[in-house]
C-alpha cells in the first residue's frame, strides 16, 4: 500500500492505477463502517484509493474539528489489511486551502434542511471537499455510508449537477452490537452516555414497527420518536424526521418511502442515524 | 471531425481520443479569437475538444441571452477546418440544467469586482459550467482567451481551488484591423455604432502610452480613459478600471503590473476589453 501526502506525490502514484478505481473518502480514526466500504470497493474495482483527511470547511467555528479523534498509523494498518492500494494523507491543510483560499461548491437545496439546519455551512463544506478529492483521485466509483443519509443524497446531486462520470455506491449502515451506528465521534462518550446511546436506534425500530403496524401519519412518527427519547435524561434531541426521499420536506403522509431520520446531542456529542421507510428499502 | 449532442454520446467518443487533450469551451458563432485558441491547441495537444453552448446560467434575466448570435453549422465548419477532432454541441439545455437544478461553483473575491459589479451572478455561471465542461471533457489542457481577462482569472482560481489537474493556457486578444477585440457580440452593433466601438482599444493604448510616459497613478489614468469615451456621443462607459493583478482592487499607483480594463454600453450592446501593464505584459 502506498501512502501519499503530497498531492503531487498522490497524482504520481494516481496515474499507475489500474482502473476502474474505486474511491473511499474518510476524516480517518477508522471503524468498521469504513471497512466495510473498502472491502466493498476492494471486491469490485480494480484499484481502492481511501483518503484520510479531517476537513475543517464542514466543521462550524463552534464544533469539534479541534478535538476529533485521529490515529493515523493504525488507521494506515487496518486499510492496509483491506488491500487498499494507494491512501492520500495530506500532512497539512494548505494544499487544500490555501491562503485567500474562496472557491465553494454549494448544492442547494437539501443541503439547507435536517443536518443544515443545525450546521448551515456544513453541506457546503461537505460538498467542496467532496468535489476536490473527485479531482484529484478521478475515480470511477466513490463509496459513501448510509449512515449519513443526508451527505449521500448531496453527494449523488453534487454528482448529477457538476457532471461527474462517478458511480456513487451506498454501504449500509454497521452497527455496534446493541445497535448503536459505529461513527468516529462514539468516542466522546463516558460510559454512561454511551449506555444511553443506543436509544437513536430504539427509536428508528419503534417507527418501522408502527410503519409496519399500518402506522402512515409522519407526525405520529415523530412524536413516537420524541416520546422514546425523552425517556433518556441524558438525551437532547436536535431534530426527528419523516422525510420525503428526494425534497427531504416533512411528510404529512407517507405515501411511498420515507427518510426517517434523527439528531441529538449526548452532552457535547452529537450523534446521527437514519432509516428507510418501508423497512428494508434503500436510500437509493 | 466527430460531433457530439448528448453527453453520452460525447463520452464515448472522448474515451477514444488520444491525451493530453486540448479544450476550448465557447459560446458558438466562432471569430478568429476562438479559432486562435483552437490553432493553440492544436499545435499542442494530440487531440483537440471544443464545446458550442450559450450556457444560459451565466446570463442574467434582463441580458441578451435569446438574442445572443448563433450559428452551429458555419461554426463546425470552422472548427473542422482548425482540425478539431470533437465537439460537444449539445441539442438542449436540460442535460447542463434539468429540472431542480440547484448546484453552483462559487469562486467568490475576485468575482465581485469589474464585470462582476454589472453583472453579480454572470461568473458563479461561468465556474459553474466551465466546472461542469472539465468534469464532462476531462482535459489536460484548457484555452482561454485574453479578451476576457477576468473570466480567465476567475478560471485560474477555479482550477487551483478545486484542485482540477488541468493547464490553464491564455491566448492574446484577437482584434479587427481598427483595433476593436474580436466578439460575437460586436456583430449587434450597426454600422454607427461599429465606428465608434474602436474608442475601446484608443483608450488602452492612451494609458500604455502614459504609462510608457512615466504615469503610474491609478486615477489619472482612469480619467483618462473616462475623457477619452466621453468623446463617443455613442459610447456610455461602465467602469474603467486600473487594478491589481491578483485582487482586481482598484490601483491608487501601479507598482508592479496592473490590469486596466474597461467596459461600455454602445446602444444595448455591452463591450469590454483590457490590456496589461507594463506593455507587453502577461496576465499570467
Redesign the interface.
Known amino acids: 500500500m502506498n501512502v501519499a501526502t503530497t498531492?503531487s506525490e498522490f497524482?504520481t502514484r494516481r496515474a499507475r492505477l489500474e482502473e476502474p478505481v474505486g474511491f473511499v473518502p474518510t476524516m480517518g480514526f477508522l471503524h468498521e463502517g469504513h471497512l466495510s466500504l473498502a472491502r466493498l470497493a476492494r471486491s469490485s474495482c480494480k484499484s481502492v484509493v481511501a483518503s484520510i483527511f479531517v476537513n475543517p470547511t464542514q466543521f462550524a467555528p463552534t464544533e469539534d474539528l479541534s478535538s476529533y479523534p485521529r490515529d493515523l498509523d493504525s488507521d494506515l494498518e487496518l486499510l492496509e489489511k483491506e488491500g487498499v492500494d494507494l491512501v492520500l494523507a495530506p500532512s497539512n491543510n494548505d494544499e487544500?486551502y490555501?491562503e485567500?483560499?474562496?472557491?465553494?461548491?454549494?448544492?442547494?437545496?437539501i443541503t439547507q434542511r435536517l443536518e443544515g439546519t443545525s450546521r448551515p455551512t456544513h453541506f457546503r463544506g461537505v460538498?467542496?471537499i467532496v468535489?476536490?478529492l473527485f479531482?484529484?483521485v478521478?475515480p470511477q466509483r466513490a463509496f459513501f455510508g448510509q449512515k449519513d443519509a443526508q451527505q449521500a443524497l448531496v453527494i449523488r446531486?453534487?454528482i448529477?449537477?457538476?457532471?461527474?462520470?462517478i458511480e456513487l455506491i451506498l454501504g449500509p449502515t454497521i452497527r455496534e452490537p446493541d445497535g448503536l451506528a459505529m461513527s468516529s465521534r462514539n468516542a466522546y462518550l463516558s460510559i454512561e452516555q454511551r449506555a444511553a446511546a443506543p436509544v437513536l436506534r430504539r427509536c428508528l425500530m419503534l417507527v418501522e414497527s408502527l410503519y409496519t403496524d399500518g402506522e402512515r401519519d409522519g407526525e405520529m412518527l415523530r412524536h413516537a420518536m420524541l416520546d422514546v427519547l425523552q425517556s433518556e435524561p441524558l438525551v437532547q434531541p436536535d431534530y426527528v424526521s419523516v422525510a420525503d426521499l428526494n425534497t427531504l420536506e416533512e411528510l404529512k403522509i407517507i405515501e411511498v418511502v420515507a427518510l426517517v431520520s434523527l439528531a441529538v446531542r449526548i452532552g457535547s456529542t452529537r450523534l446521527i442515524d437514519n432509516t428507510v421507510l418501508p423497512p428494508g428499502e434503500r436510500l437509493f
Chains 1, 2 share one sequence.
Open positions: 498531492l497524482r487544500f490555501p485567500g483560499y474562496g472557491t465553494w461548491v454549494d448544492v442547494g437545496g460538498a467542496t468535489a476536490k479531482n484529484i478521478g446531486r453534487l448529477r449537477d457538476l457532471n461527474y462520470d
